[in-house]
């Protein structure tokens, strides 16, 4: 298990990553809204070709060639529009929102729990500090026993390896 603080990190990177999905979501299902006085087209595509249409004079001895949603010649409207979904109906996109705003609503909770769990919550600085201290003071005990310890240890070493000099010399 993960300290807390990569657990929030991870945690607020999850939540990060489904805001970002659920804008886009919203971006490409989002039924087009209207704005006072400006036509009501459903993509930028259908702009141009309409743009096009008024534009180009009938000549019925050449066929007509489809246009362009972009300035890159390369790229089709038509594998423009199959990249981008459309909307979905109303009463769907209204269900994904809300499945989406409760997702959202449930990873921000997991994260004030972990944050809630944070030492030195609900205690102040002045008493973080004195827990401070007084850890300080017992790692510096243990500090001193593992130094007695590893000296106890060599001289155990030179006593066994002094023992074993021994037996080889007789």
Known sequence: MADIL???QDELDMLLNQMSLGLRYMRFHAPPGTIPGQPQLSSLSEYNAQQAALQAPPNPSQPSQPTQSSGDPSQPQSAAQDKTPGPVSAEQFEA???E???????KEQQLEVL?????GIGSS???QVARMAELERQLEEIEGERMAAVR??????RRVEAGIMGVRGV
């Open 125 to 127: 600085e002045k008493e």
């Open 96 to 98: 994904d929102i809300r």
């Open 6 to 8: 990569t657990q929030i």
């Open 100 to 106: 989406l705003s409760r997702d959202l609503v449930v």
């Open 115 to 119: 944050i809630d769990n944070l030492p």
């Open 152 to 157: 106890e240890k060599e001289e155990l070493v």
